[in-house]
């Protein structure tokens, strides 16, 4: 629910610093002086202003720190309300990533001493007995003030949390502000005023995105903000009488133009343009690409179907090996005959589709007294994938079989990894790669 301050119990104060003195090394910034009458003008407007004159303070290029310091710490003690400040001029950084707000005299080399420290403005805004703090930043890196209203201050953080406060700024925290030239405002303050005086009066949420949509349009850096607790339901301004329309806004024409700023236009560290619009994204139409969802899942299937049918991993191996396993217990075999290359030849008719390629079957040791029985170790390996596989063949004489054609029934065993056994037979004992090219 949106709210109006009290006029009695609530203060402003406005700050700007548009001339430098010679040793500052800083540019002028004419448009802050109408920055800072045109805001005045439109929070004590009779018709629709929310503040009297009286409690609207304006500080037009402070002399000295003490002085500018001096007036925030009395406006924000008188304030119980509303307490309403805005700066206007030159945002600078120190060796730490501090902020500071320029005044005539702040010297480019000794920031510290000659500008008005951001961190003791905090303090004064956090000292003030208002229930509702505003503040409002037009300058350079600004963005750090909302990064410091609330971050990394332990207990600081949670007297906010329960005061309130609005921070708006200019740009972000890296970023510089812009003011066009030969335009009446800056481009922040010309967009809050051009808000401030819209047909109907906005709380600060609708200000600020307001503000984010003036400034998006014209190419120019976007608005920050930091919010802590229901601050953002505030009102600034009233609705105008019928009878009283509100004035125009008097903003220059000129100021939708998109410029930089013209002290960087030379200068070495000058930050890049800012980003254009972003065009919008064109939506793929549904018949493209629903039949993509159902065709996909047949293409994944597909190409693992082949790829499973043409390469082969250790698994492939072993699981053909004790099939021609199997195949060996099923039929008794003669005694005396290579067993290396029969069980190389089951390799290759086991294996399908799939290329057992450089597989080698040697046998590597005997079992039992009888040479001519098949019994014993054989190696099955693949140098060029570096598999080693070992089948241990059991044989017992097939009583069945006549003694003219000795037969025995084999019993084998896979088992991973090369045989155990360090002795080779003599040579003509193993047999060949598989054939399978």
Request: hydrophobic fraction near 40%; charged fraction near 20%.
């Amino acid at each position: 629910m949106t709210r109006l301050p009290d006029p009695d119990r609530s203060r402003a104060l406005l700050i700007g610093t548009s001339a430098h003195t010679n040793g500052s090394d800083l540019p002028s910034l004419p448009a802050i002086e109408a920055n800072l009458a045109h805001l005045r003008q439109v929070l004590t407007d009779p018709a629709t202003g929310s503040l009297p004159p009286e409690h609207c303070i304006t500080v037009a290029d402070p002399a000295t720190v003490s002085e500018a310091g001096s007036l925030l710490a009395h406006v924000a003690q008188e304030a119980t309300d509303l307490l309403f400040v805005y700066y206007g001029g030159h945002g600078l950084v120190d060796d730490r990533g501090r902020l500071h707000l320029a005044l005539p005299h702040t010297d480019t080399a000794n920031i510290r001493w000659t500008a008005l420290s951001f961190e003791t403005l905090r303090e004064e805004l956090l000292d003030s007995p208002a229930s509702i703090r505003v503040l409002v930043l037009d300058c350079c890196f600004s963005g750090r003030a909302t990064e410091a209203m609330t971050g990394g201050h332990g207990t600081v953080a949670g007297q906010l949390d329960v005061a309130g406060t609005y921070t708006l700024a200019s740009t972000a925290a890296n970023a510089v502000a812009y003011a066009p030239q030969g335009t009446t405002h800056t481009a922040f303050t010309g967009a809050l005023l051009a808000a401030l005086r819209g047909p109907e009066p906005l709380n600060l949420d609708d200000l600020f995105e307001a503000m984010r949509r003036d400034l998006a349009a014209r190419g120019m850096p976007r608005p920050q903000r930091r919010v802590i607790n229901n601050a953002g339901d505030l009102v600034l301004v009233r609705a105008s009488e019928p009878a009283a329309p509100r004035p125009a806004p008097a903003i220059d024409p000129g100021a939708s133009a998109s410029a930089r700023p013209p002290w960087l236009k030379d200068s070495a560290a000058a930050q890049p343009e800012p980003p254009r619009p972003k065009k919008p994204i064109r939506r793929i139409p549904v018949w493209v690409w629903s039949p993509l969802i159902v065709v996909a899942p047949g293409l994944v299937f597909g190409y693992w179907w082949i790829y499973t049918q043409t390469h082969w991993d250790r698994n492939d191996l072993k699981s053909t090996l004790q099939h021609v396993a199997t195949t060996l217990e099923e039929d008794p075999w003669t005694s005396g005959d290579n067993l290396g290359t029969y069980m190389s030849g089951l390799i290759d008719r086991t294996g399908k589709n799939v290329s057992f390629q450089n597989i080698s079957v040697d046998r590597v040791s005997y079992a039992g007294a009888n040479a001519k029985s098949s019994a014993g170790d054989y190696s099955v390996t693949d140098m060029e994938k570096g598999l080693a596989f070992c089948m241990h063949v059991a044989g017992a004489p097939d009583s069945s079989a006549p003694s003219t054609a000795p037969r025995e029934n084999l019993t084998v065993n896979v088992t991973d990894g090369a045989c155990p056994t360090a002795g080779r037979p003599s040579t003509g004992q193993g047999s060949s790669p598989s054939s399978t090219p």
